[in-house]
C-alpha cells in the first residue's frame, strides 16, 4: 500500500502549493526592484508584476477546486483566525486583492505614485503573510507526518527556490537592464543556497518521518521512492538554476526563453516533493 492514490487525489493542492509560494516570492522581489525604478522602467516593472500574480492566481484557482461546493467558501472564510486553512484562503484573497488593484491601478489617467507606492507596499506585504499562512496551513496534530517542523521549512524554502528563478523570468521579460548585471548572480546565489538548504532538510525529513507508522502501514511504505523524488527534485532544480547561471557566467544574457525553461524545470522538481509529502499523509488513528 503506498500513499500514491491520495496524492493523486490531492493534485489540485500539490499544484497550489507548488506554484503560489514562489509566485509570491516572486512579487516581493519584483516589487522591490519596482519601488526603485523610474519611468518607462518602472511602468515595465510594474505591468510585469502581473506574471507572479497570475502564478499565484493559478495555484488558487486549482485549490479551490478542492472546496467541492462553492458555498464551502463561505465556512472558510467563517473560520478565519480559529483554522489554518481558513486563514490561508483569507490571506491568499488579500493579497490577489491588493496586488489585482495595484496592478489596474498603475492604469489609471491620473494615477498618483504615492498610492502606487503604498498599493504595492501592501500587496508586498500581504504576499509574505500568505506565504507563511500556507507554510503553516498543515500543521495537524491528528497527521503525525505533518505535524514536523520540516513541512513549513520545506515550503519557505521551495518558494526561495522557486521564487527567485521565476523573478528573473519576469525581469527578462520587462527587460530590466540590471538584470545583466551583479542582480542576476545575486538571484541564483539565493535560489542555490535555498536548494542546497531544501535538500538538507528533505534529508532530515526522511530521516525522522519515514520511520513513523499506524496501525496499518508505515510512512515509508507511503511512499517508498522517497529518496528517489528527493533526488530527482534535486537534480531538476540544479537544472533549472544551471540554464539561468551558464549564460550570466559566459557573459552572454538570459533570454525569455530560457528563463522560462529554466522556470518550468524548477517548477517540476518542487511538484515532485509536494506530491510525495501528500503521499505521506498518515494519521494517529487507522484512517489514512
Not at 516581493?28 to 510585469?48: F, N, P, T, Y
Not at 505533518?146 to 524554502?157: K, S
Not at 502501514?217 to 522517497?226: C, D, G, I, N, R
Not at 522560462?260 to 487507522?286: D, E, K, N, P, Q
Request: with cysteine; proline share 3%; charged share 10%.
Amino acid at each position: 500500500m503506498t500513499g500514491f492514490a491520495t496524492a493523486l487525489n490531492e493534485i489540485t493542492l500539490v499544484l497550489f502549493t507548488t506554484l503560489a509560494p514562489s509566485g509570491a516570492v516572486a512579487y516581493v522581489i519584483m516589487g522591490m526592484a519596482a519601488l526603485r525604478a523610474q519611468g518607462d522602467e518602472r511602468k515595465r516593472l510594474s505591468g510585469a508584476l502581473l506574471i507572479p500574480f497570475l502564478v499565484t492566481l493559478v495555484g488558487l484557482v486549482a485549490s479551490a477546486t478542492h472546496l467541492g461546493n462553492p458555498d464551502n467558501a463561505l465556512y472558510v472564510f467563517s473560520r478565519v483566525g480559529a483554522s489554518p486553512l481558513s486563514n490561508e484562503v483569507c490571506a491568499a484573497v488579500l493579497f490577489l486583492g491588493i496586488s489585482g488593484l495595484h496592478w489596474l491601478y498603475q492604469f489609471a489617467e491620473h494615477a498618483r505614485q504615492r498610492v502606487l507606492n503604498v498599493l504595492l507596499g501592501a500587496a508586498m506585504v500581504a504576499s509574505l503573510a500568505f506565504l507563511i499562512s500556507v507554510a503553516f496551513a498543515y500543521a495537524s496534530r491528528t497527521v503525525v507526518t505533518w505535524d514536523t517542523p520540516f513541512v513549513p521549512v520545506a515550503l519557505c524554502l521551495n518558494a526561495l527556490v522557486g521564487g527567485p528563478v521565476l523573478t528573473l523570468f519576469c525581469l527578462r521579460f520587462s527587460r530590466w537592464s540590471p538584470l545583466e548585471s551583479r542582480v542576476g548572480g545575486m538571484l541564483l546565489a539565493l535560489s542555490s543556497a535555498a536548494l542546497l538548504a531544501n535538500a538538507g532538510v528533505y534529508v532530515a525529513q526522511g530521516m525522522s518521518v519515514l520511520t513513523m507508522r499506524n496501525y496499518l502501514v508505515s510512512a515509508e511504505q507511503l511512499v517508498p521512492t522517497y529518496g528517489a523524488m528527493a533526488t530527482v527534485f534535486f537534480l531538476l532544480a540544479v537544472a533549472g538554476v544551471a540554464v539561468d547561471a551558464l549564460p550570466l557566467m559566459r557573459g552572454r544574457g538570459i533570454s525569455v526563453a530560457s528563463a522560462a525553461i529554466a522556470s518550468a524545470l524548477v517548477f517540476a522538481g518542487i511538484f515532485v516533493m509536494r506530491f510525495a509529502f501528500y503521499m505521506m499523509h498518515m494519521t494517529y488513528g487507522i484512517s489514512l
